[in-house]
């Protein structure tokens, strides 16, 4: 009863309120007009706090470099002045831009420090040197303390969020997919969102884990918020944890409310296309799966899915970027963007996995192959020829209409 006469007192109090605000409103605007300015204000304040939140594009240096494992090594970067830190949610990616032999490329990454290390003035990736790899290997040999980068983001949908996600999140990694978990961890020691974190990491062996020391540090300091399990398909005899891959079995074995739970995945493709069979056996529904973006391909042939018959193929794309017409060479086996990447005319790209749309083209001739594991082409944009050049693979000459270019 008591609480009920509380509540009624606070609405008349709000009522009266609103009501002597009303009778005074055309007093206090005259007061204001009065003691106003007479200089005209033409500041965006909007504006300004917006391109805060949102910088456009950051560049920072390297402030430090730290090996993690072998082929894996964090990066922290400082914002130069004159530029700010992007803000992000714990898990989201970021699109560095890379000048290469003159010409312009860019990869994403997950942010592997937390929201809260931005308070320190600091953001980090992590990164692990692929094979052979185009941009990784070029980053091993020319980037150092004090060398300048630029990025633009936070970006993607990896987050974990109260209105869509449990409030125990199960997040399963394999090899650098780890990175946006560590952040997630970190911030959770503070935001303590969400309530329970269960990380089932997959990595080949030992040398493999990246943050090994570290996420069992915070596991310690999380109260029993945070478990990180390590499972390892080529462990040395004498490892203790867990054998073998992440799958069904193995999460039933460790995660006791497992049908009960929101899963992110964020891993090598492999990983992604073997997890969909395995949720689909417990029967989670999608709605409690969530996926770090799919990623480029390093070699499409090898995908049962790439139409059979083009691999040694070779294309003339026609490329219309406002008033300018170039002609370029196109392998079949190569996305568009790599084409016009290796033709020295980059567009600016944020995920590479087809998600985003900020690659978004039109297609005026000619015929593509989009990977289906990345195809986000919204239907009213195919009705209308859109594609997504970061996806998809020329299966004959082509004329295209880019709406960007990086520098
Ligand atoms: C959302 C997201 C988050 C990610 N986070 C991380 C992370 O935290 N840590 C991490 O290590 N990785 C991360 N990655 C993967 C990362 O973006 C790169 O794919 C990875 O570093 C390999 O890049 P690479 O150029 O070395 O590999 P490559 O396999 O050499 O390159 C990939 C593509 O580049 C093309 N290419 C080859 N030569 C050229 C050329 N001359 N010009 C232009 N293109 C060429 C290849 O055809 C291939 O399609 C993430 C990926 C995604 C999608
Ligand atoms: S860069 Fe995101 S869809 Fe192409």
Redesign the pocket.
């Known amino acids: 009863m008591a609480k009920k006469a509380k509540k009624a007192k606070v609405r008349v109090r709000g009522y009266v309120k609103d009501l002597v605000g009303f009778f005074t409103l055309k007093k206090t605007r005259e007061a204001w007009i009065e003691t106003g300015s007479t200089e005209f204000d033409m500041s965006d304040h909007a504006a300004e706090l917006a391109k805060q939140l949102h910088p456009v594009l950051t560049k920072a240096v390297i402030a430090d470099i730290k090996d993690e494992t072998p082929t894996t090594k964090t990066f922290t970067f400082k914002a130069l002045e004159g530029y700010e830190l992007p803000y992000f949610y714990a898990g989201q990616?970021i699109s560095v831009k890379f000048c290469i032999d003159g010409?312009w490329?860019t990869?994403?990454?997950?942010v592997?420090s937390a929201p809260r290390d931005t308070d320190d003035g600091i953001l980090q990736?992590?990164?692990?040197k692929?094979p052979?790899?185009?941009?990784?290997?070029w980053v091993w040999d020319n980037w150092k303390v004090g060398t300048e980068v630029k990025f633009d983001g936070a970006f993607?949908e990896g987050y974990w969020s109260s209105i869509r996600d449990t409030k125990h999140l199960v997040g399963i990694a394999g090899g650098?997919g780890i990175?946006?978990f560590r952040s997630i961890a970190r911030e959770m020691l503070v935001s303590k969102r969400p309530e329970k974190f269960t990380i089932l990491y997959g990595s080949r062996n030992e040398n493999d884990i990246i943050f090994y020391d570290e996420l069992n540090e915070l596991a310690k300091q999380s109260d029993g918020a945070i478990e990180v399990y390590n499972i390892l398909s080529d462990a040395g005899e004498s490892w203790q944890g867990e054998r073998g891959f992440i799958g069904a079995d193995m999460i039933k074995k460790l995660v006791s409310d497992w049908d009960k739970v929101s899963y992110f995945v964020s891993g090598p493709q492999p990983m992604y296309d073997y997890l969909d069979g395995e949720f689909a056996k417990l029967g989670i529904r999608n709605k409690f799966i969530r996926k770090?973006?799919?990623?480029?391909?390093?070699d499409i042939t090898a995908s049962a899915l790439y139409p059979k018959g083009h691999e040694n193929e070779t294309f003339k794309i026609k490329v219309i970027f406002g008033t300018e017409e170039t002609v370029i060479d196109a392998k079949a086996t190569?996305?568009v963007v790599?084409s016009l990447?290796?033709a020295g005319i980059a567009p600016d790209t944020h995920?590479?996995?087809g998600a985003c749309g900020w690659c978004r083209s039109l297609l005026l001739e000619g015929e593509v192959w989009q990977r289906p594991q990345s195809d986000g082409v919204r239907a009213s944009d195919k009705d209308h020829g859109f594609f997504h050049p970061c996806s998809a693979y020329p299966m004959s000459d082509l004329t295209i209409k880019v709406e960007s270019r990086l520098e």
Do not use: Q, W
């Open positions: 990616h010409r490329v990869r994403p990454f997950s592997s990736i992590t990164l692990r692929m052979n790899g185009y941009v990784s290997g993607g650098s990175t946006a770090e973006e799919y990623g480029e391909t390093a190569d996305t790599v990447e290796k995920c590479r996995s």
